[in-house]
């Protein structure tokens, strides 16, 4: 049974999986960006369902990590993918879920690889396949083996 802190930390994490799929797509500012899921998607009801409360200062550490440290992000993300394969290849909620899971393992060593890989691998169920799920595991792990050693 998931406690109250954890469900509102994978709500954040989703949150934060969608906040950086939209600046992606949009370009959207990082303040901008945060004000807005702040007023009207954390915690929201979308469709007569209720989001759990995300943990608010969880999101905008993620949502800010991943801006921040961008490019070593994506260095670190690169570097595990398979010859010929470049992030552009993938898909664009694949690769925020990436981001947000690498920048998990550098930056919160409070959280333990295990928690932020399955935690991750939950949020890639919410937009995927099973095949997806496997690899955004093998890729966190193959990171955390790096970042955490």
Do not use: C
Not at 34 to 53: N, P, Q, S, T, Y
Request: charged content about 35%; cysteine-free; aromatic content about 8%.
């Amino acid at each position: 049974m998931m406690n109250q802190r954890s469900r509102s930390r994978s709500a954040a994490r989703l949150a934060a999986v969608q906040a950086l799929y939209q600046q992606d797509m949009e370009g959207t500012p990082l303040a901008r960006l945060l004000k807005e899921f702040h007023d009207h998607r954390l915690g929201a009801v979308i469709e007569d369902v209720e989001f759990a409360e995300a943990e608010i200062d969880f999101f905008d550490d993620i949502v800010a990590g991943v801006d921040a440290r961008r490019a070593e992000i994506d260095t670190l993300i690169e570097g595990k993918l398979a010859e010929g394969w470049s992030l552009e290849r993938l898909d664009r909620p694949q690769k925020q879920i990436l981001r947000a899971g690498t920048y998990e393992l550098l930056d919160r060593a409070d959280v333990p690889v295990a928690t932020i890989i399955g935690e991750y691998v939950d949020v890639a169920d919410a937009f995927y396949e099973k095949r997806e799920k496997g690899f955004v595991n093998g890729l966190l792990d193959a990171i955390a083996k790096d970042v955490r050693a």
